[in-house]
């Protein structure tokens, strides 16, 4: 039975490794064992101090706790665990607050600001809120230091910030703090310049960053760019299924595959899915939705499927929030064989109806079928819903969602480098008993990959991936890099990706000591989708 949600007040704990995927390329049985120490500790703690472990997430975990105290408690034992030998650089951030815990995860707000809280610490540091700091004031054996008052993206209102002071715990430096906060004014100025700097030389190189136009300078080119180009978000489909169906999986995919479709097109700017799904669910009006995204245009819809999901209706409308305008809605009542296509004509009513420019290589990619057996398409939708939850478990329904709508359709690419990838990411040991060797990986993965690749040699995702598994399996930098290269060479995607995690492409460039081309990658992933797991 499905459970319900329930809202309640708690103490939200995040912890990461510092500095893993830099571990992984130097020393991968050392990261592996630094892994498993993190989890050990994490499993056993916050059991002991009466917390639940949310989830496991790559290098990272989030954890909540009924009690501010035992929260604290809890994350000083951590690093006095984590320092003894062999050392894990883990840094840890705390928050209390309002969440709703849906289907063994938690939502809201305060999960976010904890997940900033931690983004500011260093290895062996325990930072906390305010709301945490006043909970446990009175509590004598907790020495804290007030590390300023911060702004944090997306986050309306500043927020003090507290290290604990204890023994083995690391109280960071002002000029060591980062994290993600809003940029400053006066450093936005300056980087607006040099992002101008840059923006010029990568259009004479032919690559359009559209990080860089979002500057607050009003040099020359940057308004050249943004006359031609326009701004939309694609809010998450409402699912109109009765919720004992569980379908809320075909609305969040058929979202995900709609944006995709559109950041195909050159002269849009498309809002990435975590983005405008976030503020898709807040109670907030179109107009607000869009400033907050930094959208001019936004798109809303349902989805449902009938007739035992042999039949979808979708229905849509592309508007302009701040008048409530109208520019385009239509309906789509189609079999179930063509729900794959029908984002190929979305793609192609809101190019036309913004008045877009289509170069042949947008219309190319637009026209472009990946499956018409609706069968497929649908176990396709399934298995990305289930590699997100980053567990064992999803990593093998994935793997069987997948097998199947092979079956079903031989010459569908996408499932092909989903397949591959999904084999990349379970061998992460956070969730599961037994991890799978390089050679039993190898194995299965090339094969997938390689199929996809000859099947759609045009799209940059098949060689991103590939590039993964050289990187991170054979230890083969200079493939890794030819296959990166390669990727982003194609751009077959206007915008940097993050789906297949860009951060291959980061650590191929780390290793080859091309920190500046890494730092270029990163900040532009960021900046396109801050929100993205795979990023932090």
């Not at 830099?22 to 498993?36: G, K, V």
């Not at 993206?153 to 980062?178: C, F, H, Q, S, W």
């Not at 289930?386 to 097998?403: D, M, V, Y």
């Amino acid at each position: 039975m499905r459970e319900h949600p329930h809202r309640k007040l708690a103490a939200i704990l995040f912890a990461d490794i510092v500095g893993y995927t830099a571990m992984m390329q130097t020393d991968e049985p050392a990261a592996l064992s630094a892994l498993q120490k993190f989890k050990t500790a994490l499993e056993s703690k916050v059991t002991e101090h009466q917390g639940q472990i949310i989830q496991f997430y790559g290098d990272g975990c989030l954890a909540t706790f009924e009690s501010s105290v035992n929260a604290v408690d809890c994350a000083q034992a951590l690093q006095l665990d984590f320092q003894a030998t062999p050392k894990v650089p883990v840094r840890i951030g705390l928050h209390a607050g309002d969440v709703v815990y849906r289907e063994g995860n938690v939502f809201g707000d305060a999960v976010n600001i904890a997940s900033r809280v931690e983004s500011m610490g260093v290895p062996g540091s325990v930072l906390l809120s305010s709301n945490v700091r006043n909970q446990i004031k009175n509590k004598p054996h907790f020495e804290l230091v007030n590390l300023g008052k911060f702004e944090f993206k997306n986050v309306e209102e500043g927020m003090t910030v507290y290290a604990l002071r204890g023994d083995k715990l690391t109280i960071p430096k002002t000029n060591e703090i980062k994290g993600k906060l809003k940029e400053q004014p006066k450093f936005r100025m300056a980087k607006g310049l040099w992002m101008s700097l840059i923006l010029l030389a990568t259009i004479v190189a032919g690559v359009l960053f559209n990080k860089f136009m979002l500057s607050d300078q009003k040099t020359e080119i940057a308004h050249q760019n943004s006359a031609k180009e326009k701004t939309i978000a694609v809010l998450p489909l409402a699912n109109l299924n009765p919720k004992e169906e569980n379908l809320d999986y075909f609305s969040v995919g058929v979202s995900q595959e709609i944006i995709s479709e559109l950041a195909q097109i050159s002269p849009l700017k498309v809002a990435a899915f975590t983005q405008s799904s976030y503020y898709g669910r807040q109670n907030l009006e179109p107009k607000e939705v869009a400033e907050r995204l930094g959208v001019q245009y936004l798109i809303s819809g349902t989805v449902r499927l009938f007739e035992n999901g042999q039949k979808v209706k979708l229905s849509l409308e592309l508007f302009d929030p701040t008048d409530n305008e109208i520019n385009w809605q239509i309906t789509f009542d189609e079999s179930i064989d063509k729900a794959s296509t029908i984002q190929n004509t979305i793609a192609k009513q809101v190019a036309k109806n913004l008045n877009l420019n289509l170069s042949q290589k947008d219309i190319s990619l637009i026209n472009q079928v990946e499956t018409t057996d609706g069968k497929a398409f649908k176990l396709y939708l399934r298995a990305k819903a289930e590699i997100n939850k980053l567990t064992a478990e999803g990593f093998t329904n994935t793997q069987s969602f997948l097998r199947e709508a092979i079956k079903l359709d031989p010459n569908f690419s996408n499932a092909y480098i989903l397949f591959a990838w999904s084999y990349v990411m379970s061998m992460n040991p956070w969730n599961a008993p037994d991890i799978p060797s390089s050679l039993e990986i190898n194995k299965q993965a090339f094969p997938l990959i390689e199929k996809a690749i000859a099947l759609n040699p045009t799209n940059s995702d098949g060689y991103l991936v590939r590039g993964g598994l050289r990187l991170f399996l054979d230890n083969n930098v200079r493939g890794a890099k030819q296959d990166i290269d390669h990727a982003l060479a194609l751009n077959s995607w206007p915008r940097i990706p993050t789906d297949y995690c860009i951060c291959t492409a980061v650590s191929n460039y780390v290793a080859i000591k091309d920190t500046k081309r890494a730092k270029e990658i990163a900040d532009l992933a960021t900046t396109i989708d801050p929100e993205n797991i795979l990023l932090e």
